[in-house]
């Protein structure tokens, strides 16, 4: 039986790292985790930024198009995704952060 071919004989090459994808709660474009900004609601501290995306707590991602950031302190989208009330002082730091990190020209990703 050593001239069997079985499962492990048909691969080819190491297997394929696996990349977490995660979708934007406004635009719903689907990426790579590390392309977007968790938001993250916790019992203890409310809803805040999460740079690492490690952070206990329900999570959602925004991805870096400054005009979802716009739609997301506007809108509801975040709120529902977080199961929260978002406050005006968070929506004001969520501004502030878009205004930081993402340019307001770049509407379209390429």
Not at 18 to 33: E, F, N
Request: positive net charge.
């Amino acid at each position: 039986m050593s001239g069997s071919i079985g499962a492990r004989a048909s691969r080819k090459g190491p297997r394929p790292k696996h990349v977490p994808l995660r979708t934007c709660v406004v635009c719903r474009d689907k990426d790579a985790k590390r392309q977007f900004v968790r938001i993250v609601r916790t019992p203890d501290e409310g809803v805040q930024i999460d740079p690492t995306g490690k952070r206990n707590g329900r999570g959602a991602y925004l991805c870096d198009k400054y005009i979802c950031w716009e739609r997301a302190v506007v809108g509801t989208a975040l709120d529902r995704a977080l199961k929260a009330d978002i406050d005006a002082d968070v929506r004001n730091v969520l501004s502030q952060y878009a205004d930081e990190h993402f340019r307001k020209d770049d509407n379209v990703r390429s």
